[in-house]
Antibody, heavy 122, light 108 residues
Framework: QVQLVESGGGLVKPGGSLRLSCAASGFTFNDYYMTWIRQAPGKGLEWVSYISSSGGTIYYADSVKGRFTISRDNVKNSLSLQMNNLRAEDTAVYYC???????????????WGQGTLVTVSS | EIVLTQSPATLSLSPGERATLSCRASQSISSYLAWYQQKPGQAPRLLIYDASNRAAGIPARFSGSGSGTDFTLTISSLEPEDFAVYYCQQRGNWPPVTFGQGTKVEIK
């Protein structure tokens, strides 16, 4: 069965860095676009970044552009999000999610991980 | 960026009642709208994609409709497990993908 398992969250000071990982299993990882979506405590969902199946096409939300870097390792079936220069407003649960369709992206997400909490505070 | 506005913010209903949730887009997104359900402490779950298509394993009591700027999620008869927060999400003009602010369906 499809599984996405995030890790790497934690407490970090403003200006600090953190690297999130998402381990994928149960499907052909290199056929799917993947995304990161976050949710601040008690708030709604915010799309963060999107990467194509090959890694050749990447998009970021304006709120993280220049600070976050998405990447993937199709050999290790893993997705990553390198977060630099973190701000208090980056505090959220970060979810990795899979595009609903293989090969041709739909920007609709059918499988989500359980999330990992990032807290940015001094 | 396309803004999605969901209404109402909270819907108070009893089990067995019909729930009607609305999502309005700031500009036309054709039928490129999805609905997700989220329960406390859980990840969102895809219910409906492309306005009216149920995702795999989603019960028939969930249905979606609409196109252009106005969309509706209907739960025909609420089950106890349906009390949750529901989000709409557009992919009509991305990036960025955007979400509505959510509608909470609570037990009356």
């Amino acid at each position: 069965q499809v599984q996405l398992v995030e890790s790497g969250g934690g407490l970090v000071k403003p200006g600090g860095s953190l690297r999130l990982s998402c381990a994928a299993s149960g499907f052909t990882f290199n056929d799917y676009y993947m995304t990161w979506i976050r949710q601040a405590p008690g708030k709604g969902l915010e799309w963060v970044s999107y990467i194509s199946s090959s890694g050749g096409t990447i998009y970021y939300a304006d709120s993280v552009k220049g600070r976050f870097t998405i990447s993937r390792d199709n050999v290790k079936n893993s997705l990553s999000l390198q977060m630099n220069n973190l701000r208090a407003e980056d505090t959220a649960v970060y979810y990795c999610a899979r595009d609903r369709n293989e090969i041709v992206p739909t920007s609709t997400f059918d499988y989500w991980g359980q999330g990992t909490l990032v807290t940015v505070s001094s | 960026e396309i803004v999605l506005t969901q209404s109402p913010a909270t819907l108070s209903l009893s089990p067995g009642e019909r729930a009607t949730l609305s999502c309005r887009a700031s500009q036309s997104i054709s039928s490129y709208l999805a609905w997700y359900q989220q329960k406390p402490g859980q990840a969102p779950r895809l219910l409906i994609y492309d306005a009216s298509n149920r995702a795999a394993g989603i019960p028939a009591r969930f249905s979606g409709s609409g196109s252009g700027t106005d969309f509706t999620l209907t739960i025909s008869s609420l089950e106890p497990e349906d009390f949750a927060v529901y989000y709409c999400q557009q992919r009509g003009n991305w990036p960025p993908v955007t979400f509505g602010q959510g509608t909470k369906v609570e037990i009356k």
